[in-house]
């Protein structure tokens, strides 16, 4: 007797869903529409042309994308203070190396003032030549170069050797000897050097006059028989050379480190002078004024930055308030968006806004509103809808009872208004229907008892 009720049921259910009466389920078809409907298989061809649709996301305000120092006319804008800075402590342009030209060398020429020695055979008696000091002094007499350049010899008279080598000398007397029918055996040796000098001063253990010899003088010479340098700091020490009109100048401290300036030639007339540029007072007077400057520029620099950070944060409080003022009217729906439809069996029906700046896809919007239901939704049969021109609605479905089909769906990209549905499972549409017609049925078995 069940049996026959339970089957007398279903038959009425079917009944009445023929009839129109219990539950319809959605479905996309091209049935019971107006509109050309195109179901097109979600497929990567398919999503290339669907990307293809023209779209340009809507933008955020300016407000989003400007910072606090940038637009806008800002104080400080690329002119930040610039870092503080110290005083060199080596005065400025004053320790520069001049090295002077180099001096050419050659044979000594005899000066005004020099002493040479002129060596003769002795003559006289024998008692004489046994007497060796008198030999000696009638041997080697010396003779100073007077300011006409020449020397006074007993017998010959004025010979001129002033500009002379020793040897060119030499043959100057040789010819005034043999002139005056003199014994021309004799040796010149310069005996003083007094024509060509180096002076050197300053900070020495002592001032001296520096004679030229038949050798180069060079400075490390001059220096020593000075006595050395009595600078304590080298660092601020300086060799000054003055020569026909121009000064030169070598830094201790390139003095001491490279050898080839130790050997710097000395010429004559030379004025060498070991200076300080480093006084005590000129110091304190220079540096009292450089960190005088550098208090302004760093007041200066203090002001300007507090007054760009002042407008900076004015700018940031703008921009936030603006940020706030336009989140406000998203809130109460007062900013135009761009929107997608969620309908069928997912989480929640609803209107779902597209993001600004970018676009979204369809997985990105499924499943961040909570995706569709396992249990009543049809994997199989997820849809998107896209009206097109003239009436025309195409169909993307998405069969995604193979779930690797769904990294097909983070790839297509959604379009204002499109409708995102989820077709019910067979067995959801019947339990409906059952569902609302059971009340009509125990109805009916109550009567017939």
């Known amino acids: 007797m069940f049996l026959t009720r339970l089957s007398a049921a279903f038959c009425a259910v079917l009944f009445l869903s023929s009839c129109g009466v219990t539950y319809t389920a959605q479905t996309v078809g091209t049935e019971d529409t107006p509109l050309d409907v195109s179901v097109v298989p979600l497929t990567p061809e398919n999503i290339k042309v669907a990307n293809r649709s023209s779209y340009t996301p809507r933008a955020l305000p300016a407000a ?237 620099r203090t002001a300007a930055l507090a007054e760009l950070q002042s407008e900076i944060s004015m700018r940031r409080s703008e921009l936030s308030e603006r940020r706030e003022i336009f989140n406000a009217q998203l809130a109460a729906n007062a900013v135009e968006r761009d929107h997608v439809f969620l309908v069928g069996e997912v989480a929640k029906q609803s209107l779902v806004p597209l993001p600004f700046e970018r676009t979204a896809s369809l997985s990105e919007i499924l499943f961040e509103t909570g995706g569709f239901s396992t249990t009543t939704g049809n994997p199989a049969q997820i849809y998107v809808l896209r009206p097109a021109e003239d009436e025309q609605v195409i169909a993307y479905h998405l069969n995604a009872k193979n779930v690797v089909n769904l990294t097909m769906a983070t790839r297509l990209e959604l379009r204002p208004n499109d409708i995102i549905f989820v077709k019910a499972q067979p067995i959801t549409t019947w339990g409906r229907a059952l569902q609302q017609a059971l009340p009509i049925l125990l109805n009916q078995g109550a009567d017939a008892l």
């Open 64 to 300: 989003f994308f400007a910072t606090a120092g940038a637009g806008g006319a800002v104080h400080g804008r690329g002119a930040l203070p610039q870092a503080p800075t110290v005083p060199n402590l080596t005065p400025p342009d004053e320790m520069v190396l001049r090295v002077p030209p180099e001096v050419q060398s050659g044979p000594y020429q005899i000066g005004i003032g020099d002493v040479v020695i002129l060596a003769t055979r002795a003559g006289g008696n024998s008692v004489e030549q046994l007497t060796g000091l008198l030999a000696a002094q009638r041997q080697r007499q010396g003779y100073t170069v007077r300011d006409d350049g020449a020397i006074a010899i007993p017998e010959v008279g004025a010979v001129a050797i002033a500009g002379l080598t020793v040897e060119e000398a030499e043959d100057q007397i040789f010819q005034r000897l043999v002139q005056n029918q003199l014994n021309p055996e004799f040796s010149l040796e310069v005996a003083e050097f007094n024509s060509k000098r180096a002076s050197i001063g300053g900070a020495v253990a002592n001032s001296v006059i520096v004679p030229i010899t038949l050798s180069a003088l060079h400075l490390d010479q001059a220096i020593t028989a000075a006595g050395g340098i009595t600078l304590k700091n080298n660092e601020f020490g300086v060799i000054r050379i003055y020569r026909d009109g121009t000064l030169y100048q070598i830094p201790l401290d390139d003095y001491f480190s490279t050898p080839s300036l130790q050997k710097t030639k000395l010429a004559d007339g030379d004025s060498v002078y070991v200076d300080t540029d480093y006084d005590l007072t000129k110091a304190q007077a220079y540096y009292e004024q450089a960190i005088n400057a550098l208090d302004l520029r760093q007041r200066a």
